[in-house]
């Protein structure tokens, strides 16, 4: 199969959505597909295209938005590029530029389209309009995702029950929809397969001690996230253990106002910022802790849950949908709903070390269920979907959505 992956951000640069499509693209190739993946040129103003890697990259504006472009949604310097790969789906990661041109190309040549949702816009709308318009914000985002995934999609992909719901029940969806928590490669983030000697310099580089106890925190240094809970419940952690440390791991607008709050409640010492993480690298970060935690309510899954399950670490989450259909509450890992929970459950498996070490455990066995292999697979099932429905469009044109009413009926 020839499979065009759209997305408005790839490698080099750092994120959950990046991670799963670098996993996907392996783990096809892996299984003798041929993949091939447009996205923004983030380092350039020009088209390039990696032979060997079948990568091209489309040349954009900057947004101002961390390291995103604004490109064309139809850079004709592309078009016979892409046509000449002969694709047999397109699968689109974004809804925006990009995205809008992976939906123009399948109309044009007839290519099926899949399209993952990756995020939860509406929980995005605050930090933009600050409490101003937020009603009719919601509905012109919900009237964009509905447009852009129903009329445009042949099959649906999203990774949690919460995303599914979301479609479902309040924007009436009703075309097919197959929740797929995204994997991620796990077997990199195994302990046996981690250079110990590289998690101890890296200890060191941050001024760190084996005696510390450290919580890890890893993504977008942006409001959304709620880092400034984890921040502010650092000070009473640390007055009671001066040994428990808040290791963030990432970059984002909010950071140097993360950093003066550190310095404001006089923790400096014990919240460490990394800044931006080099991909190699992050398995070593979380050999270095002992808890995962993020108190983020704005994530349709949360791949970085995964990363460190896989790692043996414990994730310690806010209860929401998005982490419940990964951790089960006591058994591989903990929930908390508010600033004293979280602080309890801190302290509950710091005095509980053999607690701490059979739950994290039990969140290594889980994360083996997000394996690259499995989630490829399952991908691929809707791929096949897509194909078979587009066929039956064409054979049977505007009888086909009798047919296939009749098939769901009959389902």
Known sequence: MRIGIFTETYTPYISGLVTSEVMLKNALEKKGHEVYVVTANLEGFKYEYDEKE???K????????????LTSIYPI???NKIKSWKLDVIHSQTEFAIGTFARILARQYNIPLVHTYHTMYEEYIYYITKGYF?????KLVEYFTKFYCDTTATELIVPTNKTYKLFKEKYKFDKNIHIIPTGIEVERFYRENIDLKKVNATRKRLGLSKKDFIIIFVGRLAEEKNIEFLIKAEKKLQEIHDNIKLLIVGDGPDRDKYEELSKKLNISDNVIFTGKAI????PYYYHLSQVFATASKSETQGLTVIEAMASNIMPLCIKDEAFESMVTDELNGLFFTNEKEYEKQILRVYDNSSELAWISKQARIQAEHYGSNNYAERVLEVYDRAIKEKQIENRFGIFSKIIKKIREIIK
Request: hydrophobic fraction near 35%.
């Open 134 to 138: 937020e009603k009719s914000s919601k």
């Open 58 to 69: 489309i040349p954009g504006i900057p947004t101002g938005i961390y390291d995103s472009r």
């Open 279 to 282: 991909w190699e690298e992050m």
């Open 77 to 79: 310097q592309a078009i």
């Open 54 to 56: 079948r990568v091209l």
